[in-house]
């Protein structure tokens, strides 16, 4: 399997920023989980909220854990709170379950990583997030 590298997971955050300057969204974080969900790096943008950190792994973190975008998560969490709130027994209260949380493949479609992109609203930080990942080579799936 592919890895993310460290510099491929900084350009991902760098064309994440540029594009929410671009939207003008407001300030933004984001964290780059490799395929274990070990974190390869995070920025958060000045101005964004110091706890955004937790926020941005834990929609990263369940998309790369549970093999699911953050919106197929979310779906989930609405038909089935009671799956949501297990996982998030199983694995600490670390995955939010909110658009923003995309897993990113390679061109095989192998798993390589996830993202996690918090700051403004859920679907304005995946729209960027796919930006950032698609500036790379990579294929996103928010």
């Known amino acids: 399997m592919a890895e993310i590298s460290l510099n491929r997971a900084r350009t991902i955050i760098r064309k994440t920023f540029e594009k929410g300057k671009e939207l003008d969204l407001k300030p933004l974080s984001v964290v780059v989980l490799d395929a274990g969900g070990h974190v390869k790096a995070f920025e958060r943008q000045d101005g964004a909220a110091p706890g955004r950190f937790a926020i941005a792994h834990g929609k990263a973190?369940?998309?790369?854990?549970?093999?699911?975008?953050g919106s197929a998560q979310m779906a989930r969490a609405e038909a089935q709170g009671y799956f949501m709130n297990a996982v998030n027994g199983v694995y600490g209260g670390q995955v939010v379950p909110v658009p923003g949380g995309i897993l990113v493949q390679d061109k095989s479609g192998k798993t390589v990583g996830a993202i996690g992109v918090t700051g403004d609203t859920s679907d304005n930080d995946a729209i960027?997030?796919?930006?950032?990942?698609?500036?790379?080579?990579l294929t996103g799936l928010a």
């Open 61 to 69: 973190y369940g998309a790369v854990m549970l093999g699911m975008p």
């Open 128 to 137: 960027v997030g796919l930006a950032g990942i698609d500036a790379v080579g």
